[in-house]
């Protein structure tokens, strides 16, 4: 009935956020609990232990049980008729949720999902950005620094507003660690200092401020293609642009219009690889300082 009246007006969920991978160590585990007690195995004594543990046929049969419905369901993740958007990337469920509610609404259809941001970043994954930019009204994106939530305090993940396709046109803000800074930041008048992302006491900076918020068009698109893309990509497939006020924004986008590093044509290398370099003889690791500065090797941490 809800489809023949054209799908859902309203549909609101926190899809999985998990990658239909096989956890052979995990499904080992419910046969052998050393699996679980143990992080690491050395590899020698590990396929030992599989040997072992699959001994039994009811352990062979479970063992294949699993492995078989993780194949069966990357395999239904990844069928185009199913989910076109989503084609020749790695399978995630949250991404399925979001083709398949999109499916699901009406035209006047709204859908609020919360989900992880690895689309707006990931390469190869132009072609459903295009489709998520069309269908977002809202976009916030939030880290989990202050614990709120019973999940790693790093992760960084979406509350996202969609509706049925038209012209990018969405209200954006990132880097939000607590849900009230940004419904504060929708009634603030605009005055004081543009907040940041730690404030004058190294804090996570919570205060509202309507620069915060910011409306993506397709102005705005272009903008980051020509920032993060170059030539490779037309403004609707572009990578997303965390910027935290509008001044970050306006910087960034003077700096689409100034010349690049590239333009130089710098000669450059990979430089040393760590191990097998060191294998070679070419140099040894060791504490302490150096005579001068021809004795030493810079590491990305440096």
């Known amino acids: 009935p809800v489809f023949r009246r054209g799908g859902f007006d309203l549909q609101v969920g926190n899809p999985p956020w998990v990658r239909p ?100 970043t990931d390469d190869k994954a132009g072609l459903l950005r295009e489709q998520t930019y069309q269908r977002l009204r809202r976009h916030w994106q939030f880290i989990n620094e202050l614990k709120l939530f019973e999940i790693q305090d790093q992760k960084t993940f979406g509350v996202n507003i969609y509706g049925s396709a038209k012209e990018p046109g969405f209200l954006h803000a990132v880097s939000l660690y607590h849900p009230e800074t940004v419904i504060r930041s929708l009634r603030h008048d605009g005055t004081g200092p543009e907040p940041g992302i730690k404030d004058d006491e190294g804090k996570w900076d919570l205060r509202p401020h309507s620069a915060r918020i910011m409306v993506v068009d397709d102005r705005v698109l272009q903008s980051w293609a020509e920032l993060v893309e170059g030539d490779r990509t037309v403004g609707r497939r572009t990578r997303m642009v965390y910027t935290v006020n509008r001044s970050v924004s306006d910087v960034l986008t003077k700096l689409t219009n100034a010349p690049r590093v590239g333009d130089l044509k710098p000669r450059f290398s990979l430089g040393w690889h760590e191990s097998i370099d060191r294998k070679k003889g070419y140099f040894d690791i060791s504490w302490g300082t150096v005579p001068d500065w021809g004795d030493a090797i810079l590491q990305g941490p440096h």
């Open 21 to 120: 991978d096989f956890d052979e160590a995990a499904t080992l585990a419910e046969i052998d609990v050393t699996w679980a007690l143990e992080s690491k195995i050395a590899t020698d004594r590990a396929r030992k232990l599989r040997e072992a543990t699959l001994a039994q046929q009811d352990a062979r049969d479970y063992f294949l049980s699993e492995l078989e419905s993780v194949v069966a369901t990357r395999e239904l993740v990844s069928f185009p008729q199913f989910y076109p958007h989503l084609v020749g990337l790695r399978p995630d469920l949250y991404r399925c949720f979001m083709e398949q509610a999109w499916r699901n609404a009406s035209t006047r259809g709204v859908t609020a999902l919360i989900h992880l941001e690895s689309h707006f």
